[in-house]
């Protein structure tokens, strides 16, 4: 595996201390961060797929949003990720009907990912990674469980995709531009 998906993924609590001390990141800041395009970032607002920043700012909330949807957009479809989100969370703007915050389920997606990348697992495995994963998420409503995990089990299949797309993408570099 190689690229994005290989390096040590930071956890939201590591952007915690500059956001408290800044009340919250600028654009320019979320874009250094994620290694996005402004564009990218405002086009996903727009599309309602992250919510408007407050005051210009963005809080926790919203950068593991724009980290997680960068994630999963390599491998599906932006407009599947947002319905994913949707699904798990409900509505971007209300976020009384969320099932977990964005910071953690994004901090979940980065555990799951790191133990596909550090003991790869035959696809019909990958599903047992999401479901380690939802089993640790015991203050979750019982009536809850079920979506969490197969939104975590689409996650970690996307995932694996991801890392199948690079490898094969780096393969064909070896062979064929070679």
């Known amino acids: 595996m190689t690229g994005k998906m290989n390096k040590q993924r930071g956890r939201i609590s590591d952007f915690l201390p500059l956001i408290r001390a800044t009340d919250g990141l600028t654009l320019g800041q979320v874009c250094s961060v994620s290694s ?76 799951m990912a790191d133990t596909l990348d550090e003991k790869p697992l035959p696809l019909d495995r990958v599903g047992q990674v999401a479901r380690d994963a939802a089993q640790l998420l015991t203050d979750i409503p019982e009536s809850d469980r079920e979506r969490i995990q197969n939104a975590l089990r689409i996650m970690a299949y996307v995932y694996a995709a991801n890392c199948c797309k690079r490898e094969s993408e780096k393969l064909y570099e070896a062979i064929i531009l070679d």
């Open 36 to 111: 996005l395009e402004q564009t990218t970032i405002q086009n996903w607002i727009k599309r309602g797929y992250v919510p408007h920043p407050v005051s210009k700012k963005y809080s926790e909330r919203h950068l593991a949003r724009i980290l997680l949807i960068s994630e999963l957009r390599e491998c599906m479809a932006i407009d599947r990720v947002g319905g994913l989100l949707s699904y798990i969370n409900g509505d971007i703007d209300d976020e009384s009907d969320d099932i977990i915050t964005e910071e953690r389920l994004y901090d979940v997606f980065c555990a």
